[in-house]
């Protein structure tokens, strides 16, 4: 059964086919595409196509992606999760996208926090990755935020529109506890 997740203002749940209009209303943005790695939809099948691989991947175990669902409209807002998973190694890379009338009102914040909770907690991985395109000064923000610490460039990583982009590359580590005798 996938999870589900609540927070204060939103609820965490799986994405379905029912979703694809709304992914395409802001995936076929430039303003959200171009720091994902990948072109700007221009049908509402690739946005059909998308949740399909969203499914793939957790029935997989190669990852997990909620749809952010705004508790008090029912919309979604955007999706975040875990990708490149292994549960041999305990890791994962987060990614998350949010529609951009929803940009700045700690949305990105509340989902990440719950969705790092989960990573740690529920599916006990100790490292959290994230790779961020060196321009999105926002993604970057919200992870240093966040504890995430930067580790180094990955040079020419991603391509976005035929063009290579350099990205950062950020982790964050479950803090073991430690027992005092």
Known sequence: ???????????????????AASLFAYFSTDEVTRYYGQD?????EQAEDLIKSFS???????GIRWGIEHKETN???????????????????????LHPEHW????????????????????????????VFIENEASSKLLLK????????????MYQNGTAHDTYIYSLLKVPVRHTT
């Open 146 to 157: 966040l504890g995430f610490e930067k580790e180094g460039v990955l040079r020419d990583y």
């Open 1 to 19: 059964m996938f999870p589900q997740i609540e927070t204060d203002r939103l609820r965490l749940r799986e994405i379905e086919q029912d979703d």
């Open 75 to 97: 919309e979604l807002i955007g999706t975040i999760g875990f990708h490149l998973l292994s549960l041999r190694h305990k890791r994962a890379e987060i990614g998350y996208d």
């Open 104 to 131: 700045g009102k700690g949305y990105a914040s509340e989902a990440v926090k719950a969705a790092i909770s989960y990573g740690f907690e529920v599916m006990e991985l100790t490292r959290i990755g994230a790779v």
């Open 56 to 62: 793939a991947s957790y029935d997989e175990t190669k």
């Open 40 to 44: 700007s939809f221009q049908q509402i």
